[in-house]
Each structure stands twice: as C-alpha cells, then as structure tokens.
C-alpha cells in the first residue's frame, strides 16, 4: 500500500468521495448501496458486536438483518 505522502490529488480526491458516500448510506439508511462500496474480497468486521461478513454476498446479509 502506499504512503499517504505518495497518493496523487486524484488518489486523495477518490477517498474522501468515498469515505462520504460511506457516511451518506450509513446517515441517510442508503442500505441498499452499501455494498457496492466495497470490494468483492471486502471483510467487514463487526464481530464483537455483530459479526463478520466477507465480500459483497457478506454485505448484503448485514444490511439484510
């Protein structure tokens, strides 16, 4: 992975996009575009609290419950 120092404008402009379309679906109840935020080998790892759910089918039993 690269540094953060060696992320091009473009790079960092894609993650903030990202990170507000993620805060967006969570606020907003947006579950249904949830998972086509993440990749198909994604682990979204709440298991302390509800679970772990590997890739895309994961992510839709999450939003699911």
Do not use: K, N
Not at 16 to 33: K, N, P, T, V
């Amino acid at each position: 992975m690269a540094a953060m120092s060696q992320l091009s404008v473009a790079d960092r402009l894609e993650i903030q996009e990202l990170l507000s379309r993620y805060c967006h679906c969570i606020d907003r109840g947006r579950w249904d575009a949830f998972p086509d935020l993440f990749t198909e080998d994604c682990r979204l790892d709440l298991s302390q609290v509800m679970g772990l759910y590997e890739g895309r089918s994961g992510l839709q039993a999450f939003v699911d419950t």
